[in-house]
């Protein structure tokens, strides 16, 4: 059992940054079996896949969407999967969720309670 809580939303101006942080706390496995992930719901829109991490290897992906503005990242001694947001746009603004499913796994299984991003232009 995972529990994520979310962290870091918030206002920023179009072309801006923010820092969304994800506290991971697992009772069973290590951390080192998780792929943990971020994504984003919109008003009226689906959820979506925003980027990815696999905490044993640091390998990531992200959504074209985001590629080149965003940045996944983890901190093993803290527990933390990190969102840094650059180049923010107006279509960013969404509710960010942290995510995390087993490796083996083809879906996610555990989530957090999300945090806003608001974009303005």
């Known amino acids: 059992q995972v529990q994520l809580v979310e962290s870091g939303g918030g206002l920023a101006q179009a072309g801006g940054s923010l820092r969304l942080s994800c506290v991971a706390s697992e009772r069973t496995f290590s951390l080192s079996s998780y792929r943990m992930a971020w994504f984003r719901q919109a008003p009226g829109k689906e959820r979506e896949f925003v980027a990815t991490i696999r905490w044993s290897t640091g390998s990531t992906d992200y959504a074209d969407s985001v590629k080149g503005r965003f940045t996944i990242s983890r901190d093993n001694a803290n527990n933390t999967v990190y969102l840094q947001l650059n180049n923010l746009k107006p279509e960013d603004t969404a509710t960010y969720y942290c995510?995390?499913?087993?490796?083996?796994?083809?879906?996610?299984?555990?989530w957090g309670q999300g945090t806003q991003v608001t974009v303005s232009s």
């Open positions: 995510a995390a499913r087993l490796v083996n796994m083809d879906r996610y299984k555990y």
